[in-house]
């Protein structure tokens, strides 16, 4: 299993609708979440962080789940804006801190 | 306020040269990290500084990648020789207060070995 894997996509999506994609993990020791997105050509930029509550942020919905070792991104309103390539980064924490990120999920609103 | 900054923005070189990329992390930044974006293997953390100091180099491809941080706001990663299997983006990314906080990047360097 790889250590962070996300669905490449793309997720073409209507303008207005909702969208979720997950993110697992396979180590049990991770620590910490995060969501960035990252428009074409440019640099991955934080949308938000992932607590083990849950958060929401606007239209955006972040989610951990512990046990099924997943993190998970529900966008609701889908903006054209939106459009981007969404990346989880996973960080485990403790004698060797490792950084992951995944290779990212692509997303496309439709007008 | 300035973002994290690298040079060159685009380097097109050629097989067995020498390459040098630059950044200068976000003022007050004590974490720097550089990685290599590729299309196979989607972002990757090559290296990372603690105050100046490397804390983690283990995602350092191979001998020919070295990177260096002289001071709190420089930081150089220099490939020699350079292959064609090295054209990739990298990001520098600065934190404020560590691993488990938020990264601001860099614009990247597109390089190129042809």
């Known amino acids: 299993r790889k250590e962070v894997e996300q669905d490449p996509g793309p997720f073409n999506v209507p303008e207005g609708a909702t969208v979720a994609f997950n993110c697992t993990y396979s180590n049990s020791a991770s620590q910490s979440f995060f969501w960035y997105r990252q428009d074409c050509r440019k640099e991955p930029k934080l949308l938000m962080s992932?607590?083990?509550s849950g958060n929401e942020d606007g239209r955006f919905t972040a989610q951990l789940n512990r046990a099924s070792q997943y993190i998970s991104l529900l966008i609701r309103d889908s903006k054209l804006s939106d459009s981007a390539t969404y990346l989880c980064v996973v960080n485990t924490l403790g004698r060797d801190d490792k950084i992951i990120f995944g290779k990212g999920t692509r997303l496309h609103i439709l007008p | 306020d300035a973002g994290v900054i690298q040079s060159p923005r685009h380097e097109v070189t050629e097989m067995g040269q020498e390459v040098t990329l630059r950044c200068k992390p976000i003022?007050?930044?004590?974490?720097l990290f550089w990685y290599r974006q590729t299309m196979m293997r989607g972002l990757e953390l090559l290296i990372y500084?603690?105050?100046?100091?490397?804390?983690?180099d283990s995602g350092m491809p191979e001998d020919r990648f070295s990177a260096k941080m002289p001071n709190a706001s420089f930081s150089t990663l220099k490939i020699q020789p350079s292959e064609p299997r090295d054209s990739a983006v990298y990001f520098c990314a600065s934190s404020l207060r560590g691993v488990s906080y938020e990264q601001y990047f860099g614009p990247g360097t597109r390089l190129t070995v042809t």
């Open positions: 500084f603690n105050n100046n100091v490397p804390i983690d």
């Open positions: 992932v607590y083990s």
């Open positions: 003022s007050g930044h004590d974490y």
